[in-house]
Every structure is written in C-alpha cells, then in structure tokens.
C-alpha cells in the first residue's frame, strides 16, 4: 500500500503531520476522522516513516519499559470498560504518552489498526514491547470477547512480577555491595600492599613462612600478568555467555541456578508463583488446559522449567490429568500437588492454582526478609579467612623479625 503525509488539526487546534499507510487518500482521511483530527492537506509520499529526530537523538531514546506498557494495561482496560473505541483510545494515549518511544508504538498500533490488523498482530510486530505471553492473551480476549477483563489481569500480572524482581534486586543489595568491597580491597592489597612488604621482608635474611611466600607469589603474579588475567576474565565471560546463548547451555545453567544456596529456592519459589499465577489468568480467560500450558511456558523465565511445564503439556495432551502430570514434573512440594488434585476434581482449578500462586508468593516473601540473614553468616566466613591470610602473611614475618631482636 501507498504512504501518504498528511498535515491537519486536533480537537484543540493543535497542527499535527505524519505519514500514514493506507489504500487511497480517503482511507487516510477516515483514520484521522476517527482519531480526532481534522485533514488539511494529504499527498502521496515516497517516505516511510515521517521522522525528524537526528541519529543522535534516536541514540538517546529511552526504550519502552515494562512500567509502561504495565500503565498501558490498565490505561486501556479502563477505556474499554468505558466504551471509548479502541481507535479514539489510542489517539488519546499517544498524546498523552510521557514516553516518546512508547508514544511511537502506540501510533503504529493505530496505523496497523486501520489497516484491517487484529490488535494482537499489531502488536506481534513489536516483539522487544510484547512478550508472547501477552500477545497470547491479547489474542484470548479479541477471541472471548473479553478483551478489558483481559488487559485487567495483564495489569495485575506485571504489577506482580515487577514487585517481586524489585524486591529480589533490593534484597541482594546489600550482599552486593559488601562483595564487591571484598573484591576491591584484594586488588588493593595485591597490587600496592603487598608489595611495599617485600622490600622489607627481603632485608629479613631468613626464610619467609608459608602463607607470605603465597601472598608474595599471588602479588607478583598480579602485577606482572594482570593483562592477561584480564584477557583471560574477558575470554570467560564470552565464552559464558555464547555457552548459555545456545539452548543446551541455558537448559544447564537454569537447572543450576536453582541448586544454588539460599538464592536457589527463592528462584524456584518465584518463578513456580509466576507460573501459577499465569496458568490461572489464563484458565480463568477461557483458555484450554492444553493451549494455557502452552501460554504459560513462555512466562517461566527458566528454560529447565519451561521444559517441565511443557512436559506437563505434553502429558495432559496424552490425557494424562493434571495431578499426575504434575507429579512426574518433580518441581511440586506434596502440599501444592493436593491442591492440584481438590482443583481438579471440583473443577475450580483457576481458583486453586491463584491460592497456590499466593501461597508461594507468601513463602518468597518471607525468603526475602530473611535473605541478609541467611548471607551474613556466609559473608562474615569469607571476610574472615580473608582478613586471617593476610594477618598471617603479613604479620607473621614481623613478629617472627621482633622475637629475634628480643633475643638478640
């Protein structure tokens, strides 16, 4: 289809231009009728896109974030529920859109819109704003005609899964913070401690204890080799992150991750109440039991759990019920998988997997109160054997260097 540029005037008066893709001018001109502006002057265009930002200023643009298009859930489950057409609605949201490239997606939600699209394949062409889960319920709503009831739900979805990475990321804070102070004060030591020691302990004339010897050894390879430490650091961390870019590698790291001490459960925990919570939106939404397992393995951001999820899918598929298909996924306590079971056979299954969902959300929350407590210990070992080497290192020589002047 043809571009055109059009120039016109909102309800305020306000000059707006752009370019639109439509059949005819006429087409074009009925956009933006329905999205409030009046046409002035419409021409055919040979540009795509009506865009004055320099490169400069395309660099600088803030990304879409999630907050965003968690505002734009509710934003439009309001309007919907209010009986304001989606076209109209959107024209409202771009204006008032705070977000510049979140004010960009939405206008081409509304182009795509008046071209014949669905709303959900409108929103498939922006993959890096909508993830497959929400465009799957967008898609459940267009068909169940519950579209509002649907981005309702979006909305809480986000808001939880927001609060619980927030509260993750303020819960390692701490424990951050005083690793990397352990790290910086050994490079410290290594690089200029250590050192400004040896010339005194080379005046020493005897033979230096263990632990010197090793502290000396391990700061002379700093100094000397640290281009190649760094080189090598860099060479792992790629070939960490190539290792885990293919799907075997994530597979084996995700199963990892929750083997991990203290952070394992809580990751476990969380992503098992993301799952509930999702498998419930969606059984509530109308979905099937097999297409919602499906939908839900897209929101488990573990790849060893979405492996399990879709192993339940593939059981439940077979006709297997959900409790044994539950069971052989080995991811359940015995408390969850009873409740499984009472929902299955009373039917209420969306019900029980929300109480579920709740129930794990409890627990994580009361592992991220505790997290500090449960690190400290650990922290407090390390810094110890750290501060007790170097004591040993350092010191030994000289106290040994004091008792031979005693005597003397």
């Not at 080497?389 to 350092?394: C, D, M, S, T, Y």
Request: hydrophobic share 50%.
């Amino acid at each position: 289809m043809p571009f055109f540029a059009y120039k016109g005037r909102n309800a305020r008066g306000e000059l707006m231009q752009g370019v639109l893709e439509a059949i005819d001018s006429g087409a074009v001109a009925d956009q933006l009728f329905n999205t409030g502006v009046t046409p002035i002057e419409i021409v055919v265009t040979n540009k795509k896109v009506a865009d004055g930002d320099t490169w400069w200023a395309k660099l600088l643009e803030k990304k879409v974030t999630s907050m965003d298009v968690q505002l734009f859930s509710r934003q439009m489950y309001t309007l919907l529920k209010s009986g304001v057409p989606i076209m109209r609605g959107l024209a409202g949201l771009q204006e008032s859109a705070v977000s510049k490239s979140f004010g960009k997606v939405l206008k081409d939600l509304r182009e795509s819109l008046d071209a014949g699209r669905e709303l959900s394949a409108a929103m498939r062409r922006h993959p890096e704003v909508f993830t497959p889960f929400y465009l799957s319920m967008v898609r459940v709503g267009e068909m169940t005609g519950r579209l509002e009831e649907v981005f309702l739900r979006l909305f809480d979805h986000l808001e939880f899964d927001r609060d619980m990475r927030d509260r993750v990321k303020t819960a390692l804070r701490y424990p951050s913070f005083v690793v990397f102070a352990m790290i910086a004060a050994m490079v410290v030591v290594n690089i200029f401690v250590i050192p400004a020691f040896v010339g005194v302990f080379s005046k020493f004339n005897a033979e230096l204890p263990l632990m010197t010897r090793i502290l000396i050894g391990t700061s002379n390879f700093s100094v000397r080799y640290w281009p190649v430490f760094a080189v090598g650091l860099a060479a792992a961390v790629w070939g960490f992150r190539a290792w885990v870019a293919t799907p075997k590698g994530l597979y084996q790291w995700d199963k990892f991750k929750l083997k991990i001490p203290v952070a394992g459960k809580i990751i476990l925990k969380a992503t098992l109440a993301r799952f509930a919570r999702s498998f419930s939106l969606s059984s509530r939404s109308g979905v099937p039991i097999v297409q919602a397992l499906s939908v839900v393995a897209q929101t488990v951001d573990n790849a060893y759990l979405t492996a399990r999820v879709e192993q339940m899918r593939d059981g439940v598929e077979r006709g297997e019920s959900i409790l044994r298909t539950a069971t052989a996924a080995s991811v359940f306590t015995p408390i969850v998988l009873q409740m499984i079971a009472v929902g299955e056979e009373s039917g209420s299954i969306d019900e029980l997997m929300d109480e579920i969902a709740q129930m794990y959300e409890r627990e994580v929350d009361y592992e991220l109160k505790t997290l500090s407590a449960q690190i400290e210990p650990i922290l407090i070992v390390f810094l110890g054997i750290m501060v007790l080497v170097l004591a040993l290192g350092i010191f030994l020589p000289i106290w040994d260097l004091g008792k031979a002047a005693l005597h003397h």
